[in-house]
């Protein structure tokens, strides 16, 4: 697919904070719009396979990965600032420019591959869709890129090599040179043998047309012009067969040699080099099945230490474990839990504190959580309570009932951390992005409408059953 399809077919926006220097307490952020991913055109119909159902920045934020429904992964390349002027400044030029203040990110289209394809489990006589669930960068000391994507089974490592390709502006328009070059690289390139790849008749009579047609006025040049980016992508490994249920999580563990895949009631431990086994470190299926009170909803490794990992339920709950206690994580977890959230119930409550989203902050200490109601920040030496409670849907307790019955209220909402780890962000209807930053001591926070053109003020009150779950910041 080309890029000016991609631009129409997928929408995902881009914020920047306009930051100001000051003394403490800081100065609250003002966001500004930077870019549009995937914009469509006025009239295009969008249809189900083009939404994105996945999105990841990669550590050093100059690469963005993006899954659709339709199992086709986008990356994104940041082209701005240093990335560009390299080419044209001396490295003295270089240095006397600032471009912290005036240079805004900008991401180009990189590359496009299809990772997933629909398939079927004749086992359980059950479709699988090609809908790509999570894309995880996977940290590596070489210069090529590698990336996880899965679906609801099945789980692939690409590898994203970069590639330097010359564009050709104008050819030699020779007859006889341009079919002795095509010939030529049948010939290397297919069949690698000897023996011509067309047949001696074919060939002259083929010569001979294009030698009649041609001008004898041809001119014999060619042109190169600037060398290109590009990128190859190649399928590394395929970790499949080792869920019953879908799978919602994948986590790259700080030791750059093992991930987690999760679904609903297991916890599987990989080796990124071993596809056909894996390690049960957690399972929550109880012996029968009537028994089972809640579900693994998300689950994510510690980003410094590889021995800690999380996850959370659909009670609310984040489970904090070390592998080194036991292989077996099952009862060896420390329990994050609200303890002011044990007043009067109701039958929506345990619905709303369903956690959806969970993110670990760079330095690990603080875990940030999203369930239908609020945004909460967790600090990992504290078990008790959150450290901060973000009310983003509190409006909507009044319409439980109404949202209950159009299936509005298991809607899932993604949460994040900044690059820096001082501000996070939320989605709500409406294409709203509610932004928060943790040392300003306020819960308000900004609230902004993800649109080219954010003008209108947000209705509290009247919500748009319009799903935004950000994903980046």
């Given at each position: 697919?080309?890029?000016?399809?991609?631009?129409?077919?997928?929408?995902?926006?881009?914020?920047?904070?306009?930051m100001?220097?000051?003394?403490?307490?800081?100065?609250?952020?003002?966001?500004?719009?930077?870019q549009?991913f995937?914009?469509?055109?006025?009239?295009?119909?969008?249809?189900?396979?083009?939404?994105?159902?996945?999105?990841?920045?990669?550590?050093?934020?100059?690469?963005?990965?993006?899954?659709d429904?339709?199992?086709?992964?986008?990356?994104f390349?940041?082209?701005?600032?240093?990335?560009?002027?390299?080419?044209?400044?001396?490295?003295?030029?270089?240095?006397?420019?600032?471009?912290?203040?005036?240079?805004?990110?900008?991401?180009?289209?990189?590359?496009?591959?299809?990772?997933?394809?629909?398939?079927?489990?004749?086992?359980?006589?059950?479709?699988?869709?090609?809908?790509?669930?999570?894309?995880?960068?996977?940290?590596?000391?070489?210069?090529?890129?590698?990336?996880?994507?899965?679906?609801?089974?099945?789980?692939?490592?690409?590898?994203?090599?970069?590639?330097?390709?010359?564009?050709?502006?104008?050819?030699?328009?020779?007859?006889?040179?341009?079919l002795?070059?095509?010939?030529?690289?049948?010939?290397?390139?297919?069949?690698?043998?000897?023996?011509?790849?067309?047949?001696?008749?074919?060939r002259?009579?083929?010569?001979?047309?294009?030698?009649?047609?041609?001008?004898?006025?041809?001119?014999?040049?060619?042109?190169?012009?600037?060398?290109?980016?590009?990128?190859?992508?190649?399928?590394?490994?395929?970790?499949?067969?080792?869920?019953?249920?879908?799978?919602?999580?994948?986590?790259?563990?700080?030791?750059?040699e093992?991930?987690l895949?999760?679904?609903?009631?297991?916890?599987?431990?990989?080796?990124?080099?071993?596809?056909?086994?894996?390690?049960?470190?957690?399972?929550?299926k109880?012996?029968?099945?009537?028994?089972?009170?809640?579900?693994i909803?998300?689950?994510?490794?510690?980003?410094?230490?590889?021995?800690?990992?999380?996850?959370?339920?659909?009670?609310?709950?984040?489970?904090?474990?070390?592998?080194?206690?036991s292989?077996?994580?099952?009862?060896?977890?420390?329990?994050?839990q609200d303890?002011?959230?044990?007043?009067?119930?109701?039958?929506?409550?345990?619905?709303?504190?369903?956690i959806?989203?969970?993110?670990?902050?760079?330095?690990?200490?603080?875990?940030?959580?999203?369930?239908?109601?609020?945004?909460?920040?967790?600090?990992?030496?504290?078990?008790?309570?959150?450290?901060?409670?973000?009310?983003?849907?509190?409006?909507l307790?009044?319409?439980?009932?109404?949202?209950?019955?159009?299936?509005r209220?298991?809607?899932?909402?993604?949460?994040c951390?900044?690059?820096?780890?001082?501000?996070?962000?939320?989605?709500?209807?409406?294409?709203?992005?509610?932004?928060f930053?943790?040392?300003?001591?306020?819960?308000?926070?900004?609230?902004?409408?993800?649109?080219?053109?954010?003008?209108?003020y947000?209705?509290?009150?009247?919500?748009?059953?319009v799903?935004?779950?950000?994903?980046?910041i």
């Amino acid at each position: 697919m080309s890029e000016d399809k991609t631009k129409r077919t997928r929408t995902s926006s881009y914020w920047k904070p306009a930051m100001t220097l000051s003394s403490d307490p800081p100065a609250p952020l003002d966001w500004k719009f930077s870019q549009v991913f995937g914009e469509r055109a006025p009239g295009d119909d969008l249809q189900d396979v083009d939404m994105i159902s996945a999105i990841e920045f990669d550590k050093s934020g100059d690469f963005l990965a993006i899954g659709d429904r339709g199992g086709r992964c986008i990356i994104f390349e940041r082209k701005d600032g240093k990335h560009t002027l390299n080419q044209h400044h001396s490295r003295h030029e270089l240095e006397q420019l600032d471009f912290t203040s005036t240079q805004h990110p900008e991401f180009q289209f990189k590359t496009e591959f299809q990772g997933h394809e629909p398939e079927f489990d004749y086992l359980k006589s059950v479709e699988i869709e090609e809908k790509i669930n999570k894309v995880r960068w996977c940290a590596t000391s070489s210069g090529s890129q590698f990336m996880l994507s899965t679906n609801d089974k099945t789980i692939k490592l690409w590898k994203v090599k970069e590639c330097k390709v010359k564009k050709v502006k104008e050819m030699n328009t020779h007859p006889f040179t341009c079919l002795d070059n095509m010939l030529l690289a049948e010939r290397s390139f297919v069949s690698r043998e000897d023996k011509p790849a067309v047949a001696n008749g074919y060939r002259q009579e083929w010569m001979e047309k294009i030698a009649k047609n041609a001008s004898p006025s041809q001119d014999m040049h060619s042109k190169v012009a600037d060398m290109e980016d590009t990128a190859h992508t190649r399928c590394r490994k395929v970790y499949a067969h080792a869920h019953d249920f879908n799978i919602n999580s994948i986590s790259n563990n700080s030791d750059c040699e093992t991930f987690l895949s999760a679904d609903d009631l297991r916890i599987n431990l990989w080796n990124l080099e071993i596809s056909d086994q894996c390690f049960n470190i957690l399972d929550m299926k109880p012996a029968n099945m009537e028994d089972l009170t809640e579900v693994i909803t998300t689950a994510e490794f510690h980003p410094i230490h590889c021995n800690l990992l999380a996850y959370s339920s659909s009670r609310g709950f984040i489970r904090l474990v070390d592998m080194r206690q036991s292989a077996l994580c099952d009862h060896s977890a420390r329990i994050l839990q609200d303890g002011d959230s044990h007043g009067l119930k109701s039958f929506f409550t345990e619905i709303i504190a369903s956690i959806s989203d969970m993110k670990f902050s760079r330095d690990g200490r603080h875990i940030l959580s999203r369930d239908y109601m609020n945004l909460k920040l967790w600090d990992t030496h504290m078990d008790s309570s959150p450290v901060a409670i973000y009310k983003i849907h509190e409006h909507l307790r009044p319409k439980l009932s109404e949202l209950y019955n159009n299936d509005r209220i298991f809607d899932r909402f993604g949460c994040c951390f900044s690059g820096d780890g001082l501000h996070f962000a939320t989605g709500s209807y409406s294409n709203l992005v509610r932004i928060f930053s943790g040392g300003d001591g306020s819960e308000e926070g900004a609230t902004i409408e993800a649109s080219k053109t954010p003008n209108r003020y947000p209705l509290p009150n009247s919500p748009q059953i319009v799903n935004f779950g950000v994903g980046v910041i």
